[in-house]
């Protein structure tokens, strides 16, 4: 099972990023999928999350209004549509799954696969 996460880069504030989570190994496409990220010193904290069935959607207040998640399950990837980044969106990201069928945890101890990481950097 992997997870691989893309797109993340440099961006100046007020920007725009996507960025992508491919999964291989086994099919996803019943699973309720998220995005967390981390900064050093800090906990991984919880992004976005997507729900299978109806694609029912799940944002962090920070981020609220201004990231998108989505998944394609014939695909098997997810990806997250950031716009009017800020500094403090600077972290990296990662791509998890569960491996329960249900609403989406907001708890990374729910998630059992997790992505490498990408970093996102947003300057001033």
């Known amino acids: 099972v992997q997870l691989v996460e893309s797109g993340g880069g440099l961006v100046q504030a007020g920007g725009s990023l996507r960025l992508s989570c491919a999964a291989s190994g086994r099919t996803f496409s019943s699973y309720p999928m998220a995005w967390f990220r981390q900064t050093a010193g800090k906990e991984r904290e919880f992004v976005a999350a997507i729900r299978w069935s109806d694609r029912t959607t799940y944002y962090a207040d920070s981020v609220k209004g201004r990231f998108t998640i989505s998944r394609d399950n014939a695909e098997n990837t997810m990806a997250l549509q950031m716009n009017s980044l800020k500094p403090e969106d600077t972290a990296v990201y990662y791509c998890?799954?569960?491996?329960?069928?249900?609403?989406?945890?907001?708890?990374?101890?729910?998630?059992?696969?997790w992505g490498q990481g990408t970093l996102v950097t947003v300057s001033s």
């Open positions: 998890a799954v569960e491996s329960r069928v249900g609403l989406p945890s907001r708890l990374q101890r729910d998630y059992d696969y």
